[in-house]
């Protein structure tokens, strides 16, 4: 139990496009989701968190503009990376949690911006 | 500033040998404590630790916590190639959900 998805699980794009990536809970219902960022040779670090039908939450220094994150349904989050550019290549790992405690990861997407 | 730190940060030893991870913390509000294992892709959950000195154990990995020290350890015994992963320690906050994570220790097998 307790399985996350990601979507696409690697993305090619050019400057200046935009970006989506679905983040759904399989088989339970997220109470909360969360988007993190992982460089290479770094920990994990939170963008945002989102629960579902209400705006998320960014951390400090996190652009909400360029970070456009959706919480459609208990079981799907979206990020949508706005206008990338190269320094917007990364890991960009999400979670889920049902309880508010365990956070189940996904299995990240990697994202290059030529 | 909420602040969690992993050490060593970097740790490589043989097949067999016994490991101790280390994370230890600063944070105001502290709710609970957790250990993922992350290899190629995302972490996978190993611990989540609430309670002082109750050891948690999976098979070969164990892990208890020390909320008057503010710290907590990760114990593989007898590791194998397997166990070659980074080993990241997160702490959540009252009220607030959010994990925040130490550096992680990068821990290679050889065989």
């Known amino acids: 139990g307790a399985v996350v998805s990601q979507h696409p699980s690697w993305v090619i794009c050019k400057s200046g496009t935009s970006v989506k990536i679905e983040c759904r809970s399989l088989?339970?219902?997220?109470?909360?989701m969360f988007w993190y960022r992982q460089f290479p040779k770094q920990s994990l670090m939170l963008m945002a968190t989102?629960?579902?039908?209400?705006?998320?939450?960014?951390e400090q220094g996190v652009e909400k503009d360029k970070f456009l994150i959706n919480h459609a349904s208990l079981t799907l989050s979206t990020l949508t990376v706005t206008s990338a550019h190269p320094e917007d290549s990364s890991f960009y790992i999400c979670?889920?949690?049902?309880?508010?405690?365990?956070?189940?990861f996904g299995p990240g997407t990697r994202l290059t911006v030529l | 500033e909420d602040k969690v730190v992993q050490s060593p940060l970097s740790l490589v030893v043989h097949e067999g040998d016994t490991v101790t991870l280390n994370c230890s913390y600063e944070v105001t509000n502290f709710r609970s404590l957790l250990w993922y294992k992350q290899e190629k892709k995302a972490p996978t959950f190993l611990f989540m630790l609430?309670?002082?000195?109750i050891e948690k154990k999976s098979g070969r990995l164990s892990s208890i916590l020390d909320k008057k020290e503010l710290f907590s350890i990760l114990n593989i015994t007898a590791t194998q190639t397997g166990d070659s992963a980074i080993y990241l320690c997160?702490?959540?906050?009252?009220?607030?959900?959010?994990?925040?994570f130490g550096q992680g220790t990068r821990l290679t097998i050889n065989p």
């Open positions: 088989d339970f219902q997220a109470t909360t």
């Open positions: 609430t309670s002082s000195g």
């Open positions: 997160g702490t959540l906050i009252q009220g607030a959900q959010k994990l925040v």
């Open positions: 989102s629960n579902e039908g209400s705006k998320a939450t960014y």
């Open positions: 979670s889920a949690t049902m309880d508010g405690d365990t956070q189940y």
